[in-house]
DNA sequence: TCTATATATATCACTTTCTTATATATATAG
DNA sequence: CTATATATATAAGAAAGTGATATATATAGA
């Protein structure tokens, strides 16, 4: 999933949730871009891990999912279901205090920037 | 590894490096219980992933070790080696850029708390 | 025309890293 | 006698990635 480091193991599945409570329905590979545009290069999505993490997501009834043609293309395009819409809640605030331990254990508060 | 999250997956070596660059030398049990007080228990280091992480630690050469015999019981004491010392400087770069992308994509900005 | 790239999804073999459980051993507290 | 703390180790299994491959359409360029 991450373009040069290991970290990101773990945070997909909460990325994921996050952009989709952000945006009412994306597809798959607009996340893959969306990511790429914030991160401005830095963090890519690869197939491998996307896919499988997004049929998992449905699959634990966090996200739904339907498909359309666009353009002659098969386009399948997720939003949050409500209890996803619950779930990123705990999600982030998980993610928050993940960074805050991380932080403190390796002195990189935001304070010492 | 984690107590309540599964964020932490592949923070875990960069977390005991940075313990060994503050320590000069730790031994296992003592990095678990260095690594719970320090997040107020909310963090728990299992054995299963910290015995087999120390190991590749060795294994890939960051980290040197020797053990002694104190109070009749057997104690593995781990230090730096000096790639060790150059790599903890990489892994600390990369985990504070992978915070500030994290923070980014879930709109977790220090600015926002 | 052919090729490469972009768009779009999917799966599979494999690797890494974790969890849970088990094992061993000593010391101390109740 | 038992539980807990100290101390290390390994093994089976799960979870989540990587890298490769597959399929299919559209477009840009040589």
Redesign the pocket.
């Known amino acids: 999933?991450?373009a040069n480091n290991?970290l990101?193991?773990?945070?997909?599945?909460t990325i994921l949730l996050k952009l989709l409570s952000e945006n009412d329905r994306m597809?798959?590979?607009?996340m893959t871009?969306r990511v790429k545009l914030l991160t401005e290069g830095q963090l890519v999505l690869?197939?491998?891990?996307l896919?499988?993490?997004?049929?998992?997501l449905e699959a634990d009834g966090l996200v739904e999912s339907s498909t359309e043609i666009?353009?002659?293309?098969?386009?399948?395009y997720y939003s949050l279901s409500s209890q996803g819409q619950s779930e990123i809640v705990h999600r982030l605030v998980a993610a928050k205090e993940f960074i805050q331990q991380l932080q403190l254990l390796l002195n990189l508060n935001p304070a010492m920037n």
Do not use: C, I, S, W
């Open positions: 999933m991450a290991e990101f193991k773990g945070t997909l599945q597809y798959g590979y607009e871009q690869k197939e491998g891990a896919y499988p993490a997004l049929h998992k666009v353009d002659n293309r098969v386009r399948k």
